[in-house]
């Protein structure tokens, strides 16, 4: 590593952690935000959800095991991560192993982030950051290395329109299959198009403001993304149209909440949001509780549900809405990540469920 250069995290309300800078030395701003998940950082830092963020991580072993080869398999599916690219605007860490170790590395996390122009900052107490945030919610700041000045205000990522970033830009096939469903792209991680191409349906991609209505497909599939969802009006109506077919419709995290505004209900910010590998959630009218992984900070208002439709799923820890589905036809969403290979995978049974109505 090159002579250690010093930086700080500030966030808006004046309050600073000292420590130093790693990857790209240069200033960056956004919402901060933090994760608990011990493992996964080349996932975490490609998940498109992650888009406008800077991203405090708990786990104080980052960069142990480096980086992954970046590429494609030959059915055009990320190998190692869950975008083409880094998404977080920065990363918050509390020790960096610059001598990482594993088969499969190729370089290193500070390598990869200077690749990709993403600042770092290490050496700063992340647990406590955590506390913080908790207790005061998520909020607007910056990394700044020394001599990289930088002032407030900054961008609010919340006021942007952040799936029209991460979203494709044209239709896009995977796998092969006698069903077809159509996924409306607000930032689809990767392993979401690998559990439905292994399960034999071809899936086309469409962009996040793509009008699909006169398209030809058995089942529609929204995806998770960032940001707010009240800037995919545009989306909400497409849906809308979709459900006056009858066909099957899936939706994981900003899925949810698509899909509840599609059927009449509101959304609202989380204090500081959903991320991590652990959060419990108990499907309703049962005492069945699954441990899911999620990201996002936008919720779903289940009192805001009409008559033809019902929670699904509750949050155990806060009890927020974790998904909803109708009481009459195949539509349903969940607010986690059912694809997720953190550890537990036992909701994926969510996916056979879906393609068993097509």
Avoid at 46 to 63: A, E, F, K, N, R
Wanted: hydrophobic letters at 35%; aromatic letters at 10%; one cysteine or more.
């Amino acid at each position: 590593m090159d002579k250690k250069l010093g930086a700080v995290l500030r966030l808006a309300n004046g309050t600073e952690f000292r420590g130093w800078s790693f990857g790209y030395d240069e200033a960056c701003d956004g919402e901060v935000v933090f994760s608990t998940a011990m493992v996964g950082y080349p996932e975490s830092l490609t998940d498109p959800s992650y888009s406008g963020q800077i991203l405090c991580v708990t786990y104080p072993l980052i960069g142990n095991y480096g980086v992954p080869e970046e590429g494609l398999d030959e059915r055009g599916i990320s190998r190692n991560f869950e975008s083409g690219r880094i998404w977080v605007r920065g990363l918050v860490i509390s020790q960096y192993s610059e001598d990482y170790s594993h088969w499969d590395a190729v370089k290193s996390l500070g390598e990869w982030m200077k690749e990709q122009k993403i600042p770092g900052i290490y050496g700063v107490d992340t647990r406590e950051i955590t506390k913080y945030l908790r207790d005061k919610g998520s909020m607007l700041g910056m990394i700044v290395p020394d001599g990289k000045e930088k002032d407030f205000p900054v961008d609010d990522p919340n006021l942007e329109n952040q799936i029209a970033k991460v979203s494709c830009t044209e239709i896009i096939r995977y796998g092969s299959g006698e069903k077809k469903v159509l996924l409306i792209d607000c930032g689809v991680k990767h392993n979401i198009l690998r559990c439905f191409v292994e399960r034999g349906v071809e899936v086309i991609r469409v962009p996040w403001d793509c009008d699909f209505t006169n398209m030809e497909y058995d089942g529609l599939f929204i995806s998770n993304g960032p940001g707010n969802p009240e800037f995919c009006n545009r989306t909400v109506g497409h849906i809308r149209k979709a459900m006056k077919t009858g066909k099957p419709i899936f939706g994981i995290c900003m899925g949810n909440q698509l899909l509840a505004r599609a059927a009449g209900a509101s959304t609202y910010k989380l204090k500081y949001g959903h991320r991590s590998h652990n959060q419990p959630v108990r499907m309703v009218g049962s005492n069945k509780c699954f441990v899911t992984s999620q990201n996002h900070g936008y919720a779903v208002d289940g009192s805001t549900l009409g008559a033809d439709w019902e929670p699904w799923f509750i949050n155990m820890n806060d009890g927020t809405n974790e998904g909803i589905r109708h009481k009459r036809e195949p539509f349903f969403s969940v607010q986690f990540h059912p694809e997720a290979s953190s550890g537990p995978t036992d909701t994926g049974f969510l996916f056979d469920e879906f393609i068993s109505k097509l």
